[in-house]
């Protein structure tokens, strides 16, 4: 995959060219494209957003992404774009959550799309305010099938077997401990490579956010300064490859979380050249740089935002995207792990590597916790204890490892899979805090 070129930088306006001299010398709807191509924009914002905000992206193509066939229904009963508490999809509890792997029993014939299924979310589509957690397991690749979603922007989190993300506007190559985000709208399709032997007893895995409202972006940084947590100039972008043929495709758009799907004759990637700042890119999650106490005191785990999704409140996200990544510990007289807390947010985490630092065992690569809204918790009995009395001197943690969390203002509502049908709901994790004794002595 190293042939693969990228653009580096987050949220510039990138062009890239596939031929040479496609590109508009004027404007972006020229009377004729070079070559033969049609002008198509893609909007990310609403036209009117301030312009800081604004986002949308020309492509310019062999067709135009309205030369198909009538959509139709498509068959996957399995996402959800609706959290209403009552309904029978849902299964809401305020209980402490923690799941074994979630990777699926699938068959031979399960693509990225297929493979997709809700854990959780808030809100609904339609108004575009909300979020959903879903995962994916994977036995093949897409193929000559396509996807969009018009409900909202996906953060994919692989966490076994790498992903061969093909765009509208180019490759992203996407192995584990790296993310990609697909925005709204944006056509692509999830293949893999053959030499990871992709299959129904080698399944690809991995967690994905679907943010409703808005985009991600990078937190600011405040007092920190210029540098630091996820630099810009480490995200990357796809450059324009085109295919042009003459094949038949199936494309499917996830709309009101329904599935809807329709035929054309022709490769939905062929997108000569682009310009513009909504374009998906990745991020390797090893190049975050972590910041944290040099005196004492534990800070709050907002140290750790890769990527943030505004609600209208400031400083309240639809999604943090948070990393725990290994790093030193180094604070005096401070309880090192997190601290016991309840939170006006609600915390889904997963692990991708390793061992996390605020649990002894049970969350595991593949596994998932969920701590909604004011429910209390933090580090298990054998933890507390360890870390109450380690001597404090500067210890690395999570050496080879890589948890996250999606943290939301959201109150998420748990569905009737993640609660019932997965099977891997650990009945027994409230026990993970019943061994804290009283150590008071009056
Ligand atoms: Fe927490």
Not at 308 to 321: L, N
Not at 332 to 353: A, K, Q
Request: charged letters at 20%.
């Amino acid at each position: 995959m190293s042939q693969i070129k990228y653009q580096r930088g987050f949220g510039n306006h990138f062009t890239s060219e596939a031929k040479p001299d496609t590109l508009p010398k004027f404007g972006h709807s020229p009377q004729k494209v070079n070559h033969g191509l049609y002008a198509e924009q893609l909007s990310g914002t609403a036209f009117t957003a301030p312009r800081a905000k604004n986002q949308r992206a020309w492509l310019y193509r062999i067709r135009p992404s309205v030369n198909h066939e009538p959509f139709r229904s498509y068959e996957q009963n399995r996402v959800l774009g609706s959290f209403h508490a009552h309904s029978p999809d849902i299964h809401a509890t305020p209980q402490q959550l923690r799941w074994d792997p979630l990777v699926e029993n699938v068959g031979a014939d399960v693509d990225f799309v297929d493979g997709m299924v809700t854990l959780a979310g808030a809100g609904d589509t339609q108004l575009k305010n909300g979020i959903a957690i879903h995962t994916y397991t994977a036995s093949k690749s897409m193929g000559r099938r396509s996807f969009y979603n018009s409900d909202g922007d996906l953060l994919i989190v692989p966490q076994r077997v790498p992903l061969l993300l093909r765009t509208e506007f180019g490759l992203l190559h996407v192995p584990p401990l790296h993310i990609a985000v697909v925005q709204r709208g944006i056509k692509f399709s999830v293949d893999f490579d053959p030499a990871d032997s992709v299959s129904a007893s080698n399944p690809a895995f991995g967690y994905i956010c679907e943010t409703f409202k808005g985009h991600f972006e990078l937190p600011d940084l405040g007092p920190i300064g210029a540098n630091g947590l996820a630099n810009p100039e480490d995200f990357e972008t796809p450059t324009a490859l085109y295919e042009d043929a003459s094949e038949d495709w199936t494309v499917i758009n996830k709309f009101m979380g329904r599935f809807f799907c329709y035929n054309q004759s022709h490769s939905p990637y062929d997108v000569v050249a682009f310009s513009g700042n909504y374009i998906p890119y990745r991020y390797d999650l090893t190049k975050f740089n972590t910041i944290g106490s040099i005196s004492y005191d534990h800070p709050d785990p907002s140290i750790f935002t890769v990527l943030t999704c505004p609600t209208d409140t400031h400083g309240t996200a639809v999604c943090d995207f948070v990393i725990f990544p290994p790093r030193w510990l180094v604070a005096d007289d401070t309880f090192r792990p997190p601290y016991f807390h309840r939170n006006c947010m609600s915390e889904f985490m997963g692990n991708i590597v390793g061992v996390y630092d605020a649990k002894a065992t049970g969350f595991v690569p593949g596994g998932a916790s969920l701590h909604n809204m004011n429910s209390a918790h933090g580090p298990d009995a054998e933890t507390f204890e360890k870390a109450s009395n380690a001597p404090l001197k500067p210890a690395k943690v999570g050496e080879g490892s890589m948890s996250f969390m999606f943290e939301s203002a959201y109150q998420l509502a748990t569905t009737k899979y993640a609660i019932e049908e997965s099977g891997k709901v650990q009945q027994d994790y409230w026990k993970a805090w019943a061994d804290l004794k009283k150590n008071f002595q009056g």
